[in-house]
């Protein structure tokens, strides 16, 4: 929907390229995208819905505006900013970190596959997913969060954010889903945008460093705007049944988008279908309780945000009907693919066993990793006596349809890769959870039928 005055729309799109620096002639359009509103300082932001919204599961709809830079001359002129900006982002890490050691070491591993390197018929793409680790139950957290070992200022936000930003400079991947995220509107969303992406966030309901802060944390999904553009995009909030039978909200969230793949010019007729695809992204953050009760409270979020994934497929209106079975869900799930000693493993067992045929790509590819298993978390945690136990074990996952195949992996840190006796958060990690890496491909879907 154009703007029907004139002199409103001059005023608006003068205001608009003064603020975010875009050129003269952008348009201005509105848009309807599930749970997204505009917020009074320029970002977006999930709204508050009130306690009767959520026990009945409601995806309540608002507007959201969209700028389009309109495609000319002045794409090489804004990759050539963007070029400058990342250069400008290293610079200001370096300064920011000196002093530190370095960030632990890592490397892309070649996953054998049946595709063929250099196969023009595919479409590859990076994939990042990461628990940052919020700063509400870290830094700012009276006991640190628990992180016993941490030295105190690998903790403070005003270094952390830099180490978190490298580690995401390392990949810069096309895709990049997060949990954990308290500082989205004041660093990540600035930062980020500076690289090219556009942001999605979901705030949870009622955050749990609300007790010891101000800041409140929620799920985000950033996306290169130059590979992929938002078609359309929903939260999930998670509904608990009572034993009474009734539904109550809880406080864990869900991001669903439909992303596009922008078409790449002088696309050839024989792989029309590919240049036309788009993917679903889905990044959640589920329930935390190591108890058969919590593994009950994830198993049951997990299925409501399969369900709605599997929504979005149905009711996608792309050309190729085919595409939309592309399927990536990332996320700290806090659930373990094995049975432990205080539960049996049925959230990550549903996953893998719903109808989107969905399964995790590293734990596919262990054997290829330095350790030979998949952990994603690696810390010290206190006892109730005072002792202290370690904890190392896969909870984060990067899990892919069967129309897509894995080409490459980030490597997992070991002792020999620079994690030290303090482990996880660390001056050598700034997160308690390790960034899962993936190079995804997705052939031409004819010859998936």
């Known amino acids: 929907m154009i703007f029907a005055f004139d002199r409103v729309k001059m005023r608006s799109t003068a205001l608009l390229a003064f603020f975010f620096n875009l050129p003269w002639n952008f348009q201005l359009q509105a848009f309807s995208v599930y749970s997204i509103e505009r917020h009074s300082n320029r970002q977006f932001k999930i709204p508050r819905q009130n306690r009767n919204d959520l026990s009945k599961g409601r995806l309540m709809k608002f507007k959201r505006w969209l700028i389009q830079v309109p495609a000319t001359q002045d794409f090489k002129m804004q990759m050539t900013t963007t070029t400058t900006n990342k250069e400008q ?26 595709i063929q390197l250099g196969n023009q018929h595919e479409f590859r793409f990076t994939v990042m ?29 005003k270094h952390r954010r830099y180490r978190i930003l490298e580690e995401i400079l390392r990949w810069e991947t096309d895709i990049i889903c997060l949990q954990e995220v308290d500082h989205y509107h004041d660093w990540f969303f600035p930062k980020l945008r500076l690289l090219g992406y556009a942001g999605i966030f979901a705030q949870k309901p009622a955050s749990a460093g609300l007790r010891y802060c101000s800041l409140e944390d929620g799920c985000a999904i950033f996306y290169k705007k130059e590979k992929f553009e938002l078609n359309t995009c929903s939260t999930v909030i998670y509904n608990q049944r009572m034993t009474d039978g009734s539904a109550a909200a809880t406080n864990q969230v869900g991001l669903v988008a439909l992303l596009d793949f922008k078409q790449e010019p002088n696309c050839p007729s024989s792989v029309q279908s590919l240049c036309e695809t788009s993917i679903i992204v889905s990044t959640t953050h589920l329930a935390a309780n190591k108890n058969q009760q919590g593994e009950a409270i994830r198993t049951l979020q997990a299925a409501q945000l399969l369900n709605t994934i599997t929504r979005t497929t149905d009711s996608s209106t792309q050309k190729d009907k085919n595409a939309c079975q592309n399927v990536v869900l990332c996320g700290d799930l806090n659930a373990t693919p094995e049975h432990q000693k205080t539960y049996r493993a049925t959230c990550y067992s549903l996953c893998r066993s719903h109808s989107l045929g969905l399964s995790s790509v590293y734990q596919q590819h262990c054997q290829l990793l330095n350790s030979g298993y998949v952990y994603t978390t690696w810390k010290v945690r206190p006892n109730l006596d005072g002792t202290e136990h370690h904890v190392k074990h896969c909870i984060d996952y990067i899990l892919a349809s069967q129309t897509i195949q894995t080409t490459a992996l980030a490597s997992i840190p070991t002792n020999n890769d620079g994690i030290d006796s303090n482990f996880t958060p660390s001056f050598c990690y700034p997160s308690d959870h390790f960034a899962l890496v993936a190079e995804l491909s997705i052939t031409n879907s004819k010859s998936l039928i």
């Open 129 to 157: 997913q990461w628990n940052t680790l919020s700063d509400g139950l870290s830094g700012l957290h009276p006991n640190r969060g628990g992180f016993i070992l941490a030295p105190f200022e690998s903790l403070e936000w």
């Open 89 to 114: 982002l290293r610079n200001e890490v370096k300064e920011a970190l000196k002093g530190w050691p370095e960030l632990c070491r890592r490397w892309w591993i070649p996953v054998s596959s049946s």
